[in-house]
């Protein structure tokens, strides 16, 4: 065995974040390449938003301050979901087209992990 189960003294080990499916309900699938993992902190103003887009990869998105909503268009109608501080979210899945909004009073900060593959982009505007 070895790596932190070896510590001395053991280390605080806090599972974050676990998820398989997005908001909207759908698997996300690992696209074929190089694997190639990034992370991200995101500062989002008050009042900022991201357009419109998708993830051709999967995403986790933790928010560590303030709070964002997730709107996502399912069949023509927008669907929120407000992520506060402490909480995350999965996204990566062709079919869920989704913005980003700081619809709170104080700067949004998340660390955004993408499970990509080189030269692929983090996200795709959707017109």
Do not use: C, W
């Not at 991200?40 to 419109?52: E, F, H, M, N, S």
């Not at 927008?78 to 619809?103: A, C, M, Q, S, W």
């Amino acid at each position: 065995m070895s790596g932190p189960a070896l510590a001395s003294p053991k280390p605080v080990v806090e599972e974050l974040f676990t998820a398989n499916r997005t908001l909207g309900g759908n698997v996300v699938a690992y696209p074929e390449g190089t694997p190639e993992m990034r992370v991200y902190r995101i500062t989002l103003p008050v009042g900022a938003k991201i357009p419109l887009h998708i993830h051709p990869a999967p995403v986790v998105v933790m928010v560590e301050q303030g709070e964002l909503s997730n709107v996502r268009i399912v069949n023509g109608a927008e669907e929120t979901d407000t992520i506060k501080v402490g909480d995350g979210f999965l996204e990566g899945h062709p079919e869920e087209p989704h913005y980003v909004i700081n619809r709170g009073t104080k700067p949004a900060i998340s660390l955004v992990t993408f499970a990509s593959v080189e030269g692929m982009p983090n996200t795709v505007p959707v017109q």
